[in-house]
């Protein structure tokens, strides 16, 4: 490693390592709802929230979150507090028990639900923040609500049994029914998460992750489309006669890669390392705009217009995943290429995401690259998950990298 290189990792680490403080400080002074427990993600530039209602999603990511966090940094009283309180509220409020143990998708600040959703992200980010948080404490409790979303979520992906919410299909099945690439990509990364903390079932997780794995490589990824497809039909292979059959969206792709490049590592895997790889290349160089820089939210596979209003905006998340992505990829291969986009997104980043006044990063901005108004910090979608998960393991990498 150069001097010069050296010198640019070191900035770069110490910048995420600031980002990281100044994002943690933001939610835990903004977000935590100390009345009800749980977190609130709409918030405003300043930290004022606009909207009470609670994003399932977010109680568990926040949980998962402060875990991570304890984890790597060790444990702290107001992380560990804030985990807690997430995992408390879902617990109590977010599960529809008369459908089986799903959980709702949102729910008001007291914790009356409002929206039930088909799919599982909920139980899956439920699941990740009782996992994390059991590998902290040893409290099987945590590790036992883990294991029953993990199985449900298993169930359900794969037809095994039938949605307790009634909600069915998307599509009439009758007519179109096929697979979501963030199925097998978002269960990857739950995998590996459990696996850590609950080695006892590696034989069934690592199985479970080559089924994962199969179906990205074989029916998503499409070297000769130049992308990986987020859906596909019932038998795996494209349908490109109209817009949902095209539809790629470059940061889940990346985000997948990543997800893809811990399995390989895990496995020994060179040639599932080197498809992972080649999963971000097509993604960042169809995605990243040259006009104006930063990542594309949707493309068309085939250059087609496409359909999602926002297709052209630059959102926060996919770019936290080309941090995360780039840097395990430069540091698994030493290839420059990961380097230069790692740097080249984080520059975007600081000029365009990162707000030095109030701390944190806008969560949307308009594609050239300016907040859309008035600027928010959070949203249903948006909370403190993709951005502290960024910095972290950015930070981690990039230390271990420099050997400090």
Not at 57 to 84: N, S
Not at 85 to 96: T, V
Not at 276 to 293: H, V
Not at 375 to 403: D, N, Q
């Amino acid at each position: 490693m150069t001097d010069v290189t050296l010198q640019k990792l070191t900035a770069t680490r110490d910048w995420c390592r600031l980002e990281l403080d100044a994002c943690v400080d933001f939610w835990l002074a903004h977000g935590m709802d100390r009345e009800n427990g749980g977190v609130y993600t709409c918030l405003d530039r300043t930290g004022e929230v606009y909207s009470t209602d609670k994003s399932v999603w977010m109680q568990g990511r926040c949980a998962w979150t402060f875990a991570h966090l304890c984890r790597l940094y060790g444990e702290r009283p107001e992380w560990m507090e804030a985990a807690k309180s997430c995992l408390d509220f879902l617990e109590e409020h977010c599960i529809n028990r008369e459908a089986g143990g799903r959980l709702y998708f949102t729910v008001t600040a007291e914790g009356k639900p409002l929206r039930q959703r088909r799919y599982c992200f909920s139980e899956g980010f439920y699941a990740i923040a009782n996992a994390e948080y059991y590998g902290l404490t040893g409290e099987v409790e945590h590790l036992e609500r883990a294991r029953r979303a993990y199985e449900m979520i298993h169930n359900l992906n794969n037809g095994l049994i039938e949605d307790p919410t009634g909600l069915g299909p998307k599509t009439i099945a009758e007519t179109r029914s096929g697979y979501a690439l963030g199925d097998p990509m978002i269960f990857l990364n739950i995998i590996g998460i459990m696996r850590r903390v609950d080695p006892a079932n590696a034989e069934e997780y690592d199985r479970h992750a080559r089924e994962c794995t199969d179906r990205i490589v074989n029916w998503h990824y499409r070297p000769e489309l130049g992308c990986t497809l987020e859906s596909v039909n019932a038998q795996g292979e494209p349908e490109l006669e109209y817009t949902a059959g095209r539809v790629v969206n470059p940061g889940h792709d990346i985000e997948c890669s990543w997800f893809m490049m811990d399995e390989a590592n895990y496995r020994g895997d060179k040639e599932l390392h080197r498809t992972a790889e080649q999963i971000f290349r097509l993604a960042i160089e169809a995605g990243w705009d040259d006009e104006y820089d930063g990542l594309l939210y949707f493309i068309d596979a085939l250059g087609k217009p496409t359909e999602a209003y926002e297709h052209d905006m630059k959102l926060w998340w996919p770019h936290n995943e080309i941090m995360i992505a780039a840097s395990k990829a430069y540091r698994d291969t030493g290839d420059e290429y990961y380097l230069d986009w790692l740097l080249r997104t984080v520059d975007y980043c600081k000029e365009h995401f990162a707000d030095p006044e109030f701390g944190e990063w806008y969560g949307y901005l308009r594609r050239d690259g300016l907040p859309t108004m008035p600027p928010t910090k959070g949203s249903t979608f948006k909370g403190p998950f993709h951005v502290p998960r960024a910095l972290s393991m950015t930070e981690r990498v990039l230390t271990e990298l420099i050997g400090d």
